[in-house]
């Protein structure tokens, strides 16, 4: 599967990983890469440390979770892309204002489908994992992968809440101050 394909989803692992900046300087946060690569690796370690091996049960209903929400995470997509056509249909006028609002929405868009891939992965993981009865080794590992890849989602799906948090509170502000209207600009200025 080359770059070109359409079922690569690199373009969207890429998308998301690039969100991983400071939102002030541009500038990559290693706090970032810390903050979503520690823990599920701090999981996957000790699952496999601590010999951690899911029922067949508990791996069907992480399953159905991670089923569920991808899902869901799709739905979510398909709603920024919604947001980000009529965005773009109302021919919004260049500025910053402007540059910064579609960058959310393609940060958004990022940040859910990465979220969705990983959902898929690890429902994956969760079948080998709820049909891999017959060998203990497939059940350790795939239960070890499956909980870590839970943790990032977990990691992954706070900060798009506190992101989408952040943005509708700045929003609202605006809109109650009036900081967004230009009038109101032009008096602050004279």
Known sequence: MGDNSKANPWVIVR???????DARTGR??????????????????GCLAGDVRLESAASVGLLTVCGLLSVFLFG??????Q????????????????SSHAKELKELA?????TSLVCIVA?????????????EWVIRISTAVGLALGAHMIMVLFMVMKR????????????RTGADRPERTLDRAG
Do not use: C, K
């Open 110 to 114: 990022a940040n859910g489908g990465y």
């Open 28 to 45: 990559r946060r290693i706090q970032d890469w810390v903050t979503f690569a520690v823990p599920p690796a701090g999981v996957l370690g």
């Open 123 to 135: 429902a994956v993981v969760f079948v080998v994992a709820s049909i891999g009865a017959d060998s």
């Open 164 to 175: 989408e948090f952040s943005l509708t509170v700045e929003r609202l502000d605006r809109a």
């Open 15 to 21: 998308a998301h990983y690039a969100t991983y900046v």
């Open 76 to 81: 979510v997509i398909v709603q920024v892309s």
């Open 83 to 98: 947001r980000a056509m009529e965005f773009a249909d109302a021919r919004p006028t260049p500025s910053r204002e402007t």
